[in-house]
């Protein structure tokens, strides 16, 4: 089946630290993005990124679909980045996302 | 006013009981969808719509069923709620194509007891 794997599982940063978030996926997508979970579990989309690079102010991301990996870069963390980070990809047509398990991040001050 | 609205968000019932989780947006988009979230588990899909007409299970959909009342709602049902259907269930939408972005809605944390 569909595999979407996310490392690390765990991740603790002091204040200020540069982090890289991995995606793996098994098959090749049309449809890859990045979510962030916050401590009150709201979900935002933080990039749509099949393939390329994209930047958002500290965050950016690159996906290298010919390698089947995707990388969310967080720079100079701060404590409202803590949470969850989701990969969730589309691999043909009208197939829903896939998610992965999923980067826990906590930043301490 | 939030695009994707779920309702209610929070719920606590008893095993036996049925449930309804509702799910209203206002961004116009064709494509809805309904997750559960596990700890450690991630996001799994229990049904998706692509339109009014449309409805598709996903990879949880035993123990549950959908409506689309309409493009803007879409609604999920526990006809006869268990324990192990406890967890944080979530809407989300998207354009009419499979490359668009998924905007999600706050979700709904439910406890069956």
């Known amino acids: 089946g569909i595999q979407v794997e996310q490392s690390p599982p765990d991740l603790i940063l002091q204040e200020g630290a540069n982090s890289t978030l991995r995606c793996n996926f098994s098959d090749s997508v049309n449809n890859l993005q990045w979510f962030h979970q916050n401590p009150w579990g709201q979900l935002i989309n933080l990039f749509y990124?099949?393939?390329g690079t994209k930047q958002n102010g500290r965050l950016s991301a690159t996906t290298v679909a010919t390698e089947r990996y995707s990388l969310l870069y967080i720079s100079s963390s701060q404590t409202t980045d803590s949470g969850v980070y989701f990969c969730?990809?589309?691999?043909?047509?009208?197939?829903?996302?896939?998610f992965g398990k999923g980067t826990r991040l906590s930043v301490i001050a | 006013d939030a695009d994707v609205t779920q309702t209610p968000r929070n719920r606590i019932t008893k095993t036996g009981k049925r449930i309804m989780l509702e799910c209203s947006q206002t961004k116009g988009h064709d494509r809805m969808y309904w997750y559960r979230q596990d700890p450690g588990l991630g996001l799994r899909l229990i049904y998706y719509s692509f339109d009014v007409k449309d409805i598709n299970k996903g990879e949880i959909s035993d123990g549950y069923s959908v409506s689309r009342q309409a493009q803007a709602k879409f609604s999920l049902s526990l006809e006869s709620a268990i324990p192990n259907q406890t967890a944080l269930y979530f809407c989300a939408t998207s354009r009419d194509r499979a490359t668009q972005p998924q905007h999600f809605g706050d979700g709904t944390r439910l406890s069956i007891l």
């Open positions: 990124i099949p393939s």
């Open positions: 969730a990809v589309g691999f043909s047509g009208n197939t829903p996302l896939v």
